[in-house]
């Protein structure tokens, strides 16, 4: 299925499948791949557009993944996905290998955290003709939210994601091939991240459009003091609030409830437009 099919009305709506023992919100849950199966039906049903699938966890002081087991978890799931459901298939990789299995399985992106950095990561997806998604991160995974430290965190993030960008056109990556995450809780502190919504706008000025991941993130503890479990509201209004901004693409665990906040919140900057217009 293409990613043409968004909607002008409503962001895209990515659901998170980890099929990791270790991720931060459902690790383990998910490893079983009859378990996982059940859970893309789920989210396809809950009307899921996309289902980014996950073999390596990213949170703060995970352990690496060899290529071959991240290869294990992903790939032939990635070919039942695609046997069953008509839903668009995400891969969320930093491996080139793992990149190259995926695109040839059937997956439609590759969403990596560093942003196609890894040698041999841009040749990759450039000789396919998968989306990519370009995330921002300030250090690694392991280290990322020891001590974070921006003078500007929107104009820094950006000129990055725009670095990365560029650098996928020469490589010939097509533009309409390429979205840009800003890295929520990617080595960021709490105001770190509120900048960052806050500035979505600043963002979509660089011509490309948004994925913003910020489902059940510790900024939801850090901010409400709530457990992993108890922050769908949070989530929610906060992927209201990116969509809202211009996010084409928002990434979540809870996908009715998600999908329902952005329409709306889609829906109101539309009717906005059209006001602005008017005048």
């Not at 909607?7 to 931060?24: A, E, Q, R």
């Amino acid at each position: 299925m293409s990613f043409d099919k968004q909607s002008k009305d409503c962001p895209l709506v990515m659901g998170i499948l980890n099929v990791t023992p270790d991720s931060f919100s459902d690790g383990g849950r998910y490893i079983d791949p009859v378990l996982a199966m059940a859970r893309v039906e789920e989210m396809v049903a809950a009307g899921a557009d996309i289902i980014d699938i996950g073999g390596e966890s990213t949170r703060p002081g995970a352990p690496a993944v060899s290529a071959a087991d991240e290869l294990e978890r992903v790939i032939p799931l990635v070919g039942q996905i695609c046997e069953r459901f008509d839903v668009m298939l995400s891969v969320d990789t930093s491996k080139p290998a793992v990149m190259r299995s995926a695109i040839e399985a059937g997956a439609g992106m590759i969403n990596d955290v560093f942003a196609l950095r890894e040698p041999g990561a841009v040749e990759a997806v450039a000789g396919s003709s998968a989306q990519v998604c370009l995330m921002h991160m300030q250090g690694e995974p392991r280290t990322m939210q020891e001590n974070p430290v921006y003078s500007n965190v929107v104009a820094e993030v950006g000129d990055f994601l725009l670095a990365r960008a560029e650098a996928c056109l020469a490589a010939g990556i097509g533009r309409d091939r390429i979205f840009l995450d800003p890295g929520f809780g990617f080595g960021k502190t709490l105001a770190h991240n509120l900048e960052l919504m806050a500035g979505l706008d600043k963002l979509l000025e660089l011509g490309f459009p948004l994925s913003v991941g910020v489902s059940r993130k510790s900024m939801f503890g850090a901010l409400l003091g709530r457990a992993v479990d108890e922050r769908l509201a949070g989530s929610v209004a906060m992927a209201a609030i990116a969509a809202w901004s211009g996010a084409s693409i928002i990434r979540a665990h809870d996908i009715a409830e998600t999908k329902d906040a952005v329409c709306v919140a889609a829906a109101l900057r539309g009717a906005r437009k059209q006001i602005r217009n008017k005048t």
